[in-house]
């Protein structure tokens, strides 16, 4: 018998201990596929927003092929450490270490042969109902089948070169290894989490590290560092806090009085156990519940804000700018004025602003008011001596606006007195366009503009408020492509902008986000949830020998149940409290940072989340049981 024949005989052997692993890789595989397909269909090359949806599909093939490597290396890695009796014995009966890696290697090839067919015959049958779901969530239009041969190739190519190198590199861990080691291993694996006090506390303290960091205040410190220091945090409080669980849960029941009750003792001892055996297991899939849940409620959130943040861009649904040198603003001005007030509702605006180069700008009062009057915002008075300092930019703080000294020079020479200074939050140009603007009294910004014109140029503004712009997206459209610049020849002479053209690139970016980070931590789940069953079919046959002695020793089918039931229930939900804890530490954070409430969204995905979750510990539970109960 060949090793690779002994490699086939012992998948088939083992197939519901294998199922997992081939699930998972299948899924992964399939939805890589999905996404590959996605990013090079023909249609994408003539619609317009088609060149961006390709890359974000590439980009989420990228994280779905580099998630995959991890996880389907661990889930191996796993897997053989599970083994370690079978293992001893080949050894035993003289398989030398070469061979052994030779055939852990063919039964990772067998594997990822399975797993590469199924996604792909998966991938295939579902594409339609894929290419139908991409078309209605980014209006692409219609999305025809196409014969994938790059695709399919470029999914067995990369997924079976993975497999090779995790069918190579996995069996190194273990092959060194001695026979005792192997024959050991499920009872020395047991013994290595003990309750540490230190360990509590350090997960408090980085706890508490972690909710500082989220302090705005305190968090701005560390700059770009802020997310690799946040995500070293989160991922140390988990793998500290998990395994601690269960030598603190046996603590907890050893000092309650109905300890010695019924079945509390064994209880108690069986989850201990379980939760110390798989502790690994348990702190890598409350980490991925963690990003899953946090991914799927911080892409919600951005969705949502999407209409604040692009209004928050330009102060008006449509800006037209005329700088001197330009000779055809009385045409594009008409043009505009034909289209625009011709609709009901809209109101033009017209300003100029004094600009500093790369700096800053002086904006008349009069102007000012026109312009709080068109948003709905009383009028301010001004005085000679008063200047208010306007923001630049959208995501400036009004604590941080400031009278620069240059600007301050300028004004004081037609002034005598002290410049009174005042912040106002309102964008009156696009955002980035300048760093101040600063709104001064019309004599004094005349002065201006008549003594100081080689260091100011004037740029006029004609604006339009509308406030049904959503609804004329086709309008701003037609606009931005009658009036676009030349990509080649760019004319600094104007520019004209649209809140549509914001909108609709801000949406389908939000969208995109959502879809590819929808998807990946659907992977994540599904990675969740088959390391579970794969950890609880593991080590099956070992628990069904304990379980039938207590029977025998006259334990009751009812208490069995109990036992089974308390074991998975905290398998299972251990992981899953931590992460829904995690992801609302992530949601107050958002909330505090943003304008738009995303509480409701959720509680939403809250209940979601542990509708699903009761269902899958309902069938765990049901089909553990029965593994024990009728076998």
Known sequence: MT?????????????????????????????????SAAAMHPNLTVIENGSTLSIALGAGNFIIYGFSFLFIGYSSWAFLMSRGKQLGTYIILGM?????????????????????????????????????????????GDF???????????????????????????????????????????????????????????????LGGLISLLTPSIGSRFGEMWTPLLGACGVGFIFLLTPQLGAIYVNVKKSSKDYL???????????????????????????????????????????????????????????YIERPENTHALTDIKRLDDQLLSME??????????????GYGFLKASDFNQILIAKGTPPMELASQRVLILPGDKNMKLKNLSLLPEAKEQLNEFLTGDLEVQKVEQMVSQTGAYRYIYVIDDPLWQQLKDQAADNLSIE?????????????????????????????????SYSFSTLGRYYESELLTKKLCLFVGVSISIIFLVASVSLIYFRLYTSLDREQQKYHALYKLGFSRQEMYQTIGRKVRWLLWAPFSIALSMMWLGVFYIESQTAISILTLSLKYSTLFLVLYFLFYGIVVRVYRHKFIEE
């Not at 090779?164 to 005792?180: A, D, E, M, N």
């Open 460 to 492: 006029s503004y004609t604006a339009y408020q509308d406030k049904q712009w959503l609804n004329h997206l086709k309008v701003a459209d037609e606009l931005e492509k009658e009036l676009a610049q030349d990509e080649i020849d760019w004319d600094y």
């Open 96 to 140: 030398s270490p070469k061979q052994m890696k030779k055939m852990l290697f063919w039964e990772n090839v067998l594997i990822g042969l399975v797993a590469i067919a199924l996604g792909l015959i998966g991938g295939i049958l579902f594409s339609g109902l894929f290419f139908k779901l991409v078309s209605n969530l980014f209006g692409m």
């Open 345 to 358: 509702g809209v109101e033009k605006i017209s300003y100029e602003i004094l600009r500093k180069e790369y």
């Open 261 to 319: 009750k019924g079945i509390n003792l064994f209880a108690t001892s069986e989850v201990s156990t379980s939760l110390k055996e798989n502790t690994t297991m348990l702190s890598l899939n409350t980490l991925l519940l963690t990003v899953a849940f946090l991914t799927i409620c911080a892409l919600g959130s951005m969705e949502r804000n999407v209409l604040k943040s692009v209004t928050s861009i330009m102060p008006f649904p449509y800006i």
């Open 144 to 206: 025809q089948l196409y014969v994938p041969i790059v695709p399919v190739l470029l999914t067995t190519v990369l997924f079976f070169g993975l497999f090779l190198i995790i069918g190579w590199l996995t069996p190194r861990f273990v092959s060194h290894q001695k026979i005792l080691y192997f024959l050991k291993s499920d009872r020395s694996y047991a013994q290595r989490i003990q309750l540490s006090l230190l360990k509590i506390i350090l997960s408090g303290l980085v």
């Open 3 to 35: 090793l690779m024949q002994i490699a086939y005989k012992n998948i088939k052997r083992s197939q519901r201990t294998y199922l997992a692993y081939l699930l998972s890789s299948t899924v992964t595989i399939l939805l890589f596929y999905l996404f």
